[in-house]
């Protein structure tokens, strides 16, 4: 079974800019989650959705957006892109909502300049 | 709120030590513990997670087991390889389901 897939790998955009990043679930896998990773604040939850709704919500300004499409596959939006979202974005994805058990996939290394 | 502290790395050993990472948590009811690992170039993988006090999580011979009274889950393996070396995230899950990470420990290991 192929794994959870993000694209792209990596991004470089500038200040002002928006961004779309995407994720694939793993195969019968209806819930995604979005988690900000870098140097200075760890790990962070973005947001999870599941059956194209919106479930739960980290702290994060609105500019960070997100989807869920039918097929669960998943898109995360940043608008007005600052140089502090400059960070690895990953997705993991689970068979059910709030699942113990979440498979991430490599991540999407964006920069801002 | 919830939070999860873990020691500051990176921590060397070199092959075949015993190794400890030390995991504190802070968190209202009773989370969920997991631990993560984080391999060079890779995604995150969950490694072992504990439901309950006195839960003993393990996998590919690292343990953790859930202890309430001191709010810890400290991963243990007896004997590490080469191929250990990584970055390890304890992890919390509270009531609003959200996981809430530690800051991450380097492990690197000698040969």
């Known amino acids: 079974k192929a794994g959870v897939t993000q694209t792209p790998r990596y991004l470089i955009k500038t200040r002002g800019q928006q961004v779309t990043l995407s994720c694939s679930p793993i195969s019968g896998h209806r819930s995604v989650s979005w988690y900000q990773q870098t140097p200075g604040q760890g790990l962070q939850f973005l947001f999870e959705y599941f059956s194209e709704t919106q479930r739960n919500k980290g702290n994060f300004p609105g500019r960070f957006s997100g989807r869920q499409f039918s097929n669960s596959r998943s898109e995360m939006n940043v608008s007005t892109l600052e140089l502090g979202d400059s960070a690895l974005y990953l997705c993991?994805?689970?068979?059910?909502?709030?699942?113990?058990?979440?498979?991430f996939g490599p991540g999407t290394r964006l920069t801002v300049t | 709120g919830n939070s999860v502290t873990q020691m500051e790395g990176p921590v060397t050993l070199s092959e075949e030590a015993f190794l400890t990472i030390n995991c504190t948590y802070t968190?209202?009811?009773?989370?969920?513990l997991f631990w993560y690992v984080q391999y060079p170039g890779e995604g995150l993988q969950l490694l072992l997670k504990a439901t309950k006090a006195d839960d003993k999580g393990s996998n590919k011979g690292f343990e953790a087991t859930y202890r309430k009274e001191t709010t810890s889950f400290h991963l243990e393996k007896g004997s590490v390889q080469v191929s250990d070396s990584a970055v390890y995230f304890c992890a919390l899950k509270g009531s609003n389901y959200q996981l809430i990470w530690g800051a991450g420990t380097k492990l690197i290991i000698k040969p």
């Open positions: 968190a209202t009811g009773y989370p969920s």
């Open positions: 993991a994805s689970s068979l059910e909502q709030a699942s113990y058990e979440q498979y």
